[in-house]
């Protein structure tokens, strides 16, 4: 369903399973705010796409309300925020947007972009539901796995009413090729979401 070209390798669960639990939960804390703030952004900037307002701010509210939650899991474990790190996945990513073409095919690209780290997030939070060995995160994975699978969905649907399916279905195979090439390059990070 979530297409990816290179799927995560499977060492990175154990190895968060084991020895990072606590730098995934802020890397993944962070990863929420970040979500939320995206689907503001294309609500700031595109506020006359009265779907997309819409459809994205309930999007903006459950992102906060995971951010929230993923803070809950931290104090839980007597374990705090901390500072946020630089993102190498998400920077990587954002270069994948068109900087030039029409105001059209740069929405698209966000939302494709958007669609790209929800699957991947869907992904990794379904190693983690399988992978753990801790009941409470993860039923609390499993949760968040069917959220964000939905949030990929929803994010392709409005590229496709913005644009030609065939265009978007193209620039999308050509996103997901450039994913596959930035995690070849990422290698495998326990102390990240991504």
Same mark, same amino acid.
């Not at 039923?139 to 949030?151: P, Q, R």
């Given at each position: !369903?979530?297409?990816? $070209?290179?799927?995560?390798?499977?060492?990175? /669960?154990?190895?968060?399973?084991?020895?990072?639990?606590?730098? &995934?939960?802020?890397?993944? =804390?962070?990863?929420?705010?970040?979500?939320?703030?995206? *689907?503001?952004?294309?609500?700031?900037?595109?506020?006359?796409?009265?779907? +997309?307002?819409?459809?994205?701010?309930?999007? /903006? #509210?459950?992102?906060?309300?995971?951010?929230?939650? /993923?803070?809950?899991?931290?104090?839980?474990?007597?374990?705090?925020?901390?500072? !946020?790190? $630089?993102?190498?996945?998400?920077?990587?990513?954002?270069?994948?947007?068109?900087?030039?073409?029409?105001?059209?095919?740069?929405?698209?690209?966000?939302? +494709?972009? *958007?669609?790209? &780290?929800? =699957?991947?997030?869907?992904?990794?939070?379904?190693? +983690?539901? $399988?992978?753990?060995?801790?009941? @409470? +995160?993860?039923?609390?994975?499993?949760?968040?796995? /069917?959220?964000?699978?939905?949030?990929?969905?929803?994010?392709?649907?409005?590229?496709?009413?913005?644009?030609?399916? @065939?265009?978007?279905?193209?620039?999308?195979?050509?996103?997901?090729? !450039?994913? #596959?090439?930035?995690?070849?390059?990422?290698?495998?990070?326990?102390?990240? !979401?991504?």
């Amino acid at each position: !369903m979530l297409h990816l $070209k290179l799927p995560t390798d499977p060492r990175w /669960v154990d190895m968060v399973a084991n020895n990072n639990i606590e730098d &995934i939960l802020v890397d993944h =804390a962070y990863c929420e705010q970040k979500a939320a703030s995206a *689907s503001m952004s294309l609500i700031v900037n595109y506020p006359e796409l009265d779907e +997309l307002v819409d459809t994205l701010t309930p999007i /903006v #509210a459950e992102e906060w309300e995971h951010f929230e939650r /993923v803070l809950q899991q931290l104090r839980k474990r007597g374990m705090s925020l901390g500072r !946020m790190r $630089k993102d190498d996945y998400v920077n990587g990513i954002i270069k994948f947007v068109k900087k030039g073409g029409s105001r059209t095919d740069q929405l698209v690209d966000k939302l +494709l972009v *958007s669609a790209l &780290i929800e =699957a991947r997030s869907c992904e990794r939070f379904k190693l +983690l539901w $399988k992978g753990l060995d801790d009941e @409470d +995160l993860k039923a609390f994975y499993y949760e968040l796995m /069917v959220s964000e699978a939905g949030h990929y969905v929803t994010f392709i649907d409005l590229a496709r009413k913005y644009q030609d399916r @065939d265009k978007v279905d193209e620039r999308w195979q050509e996103i997901l090729k !450039m994913e #596959a090439e930035l995690m070849k390059s990422l290698g495998v990070r326990a102390d990240r !979401m991504h």
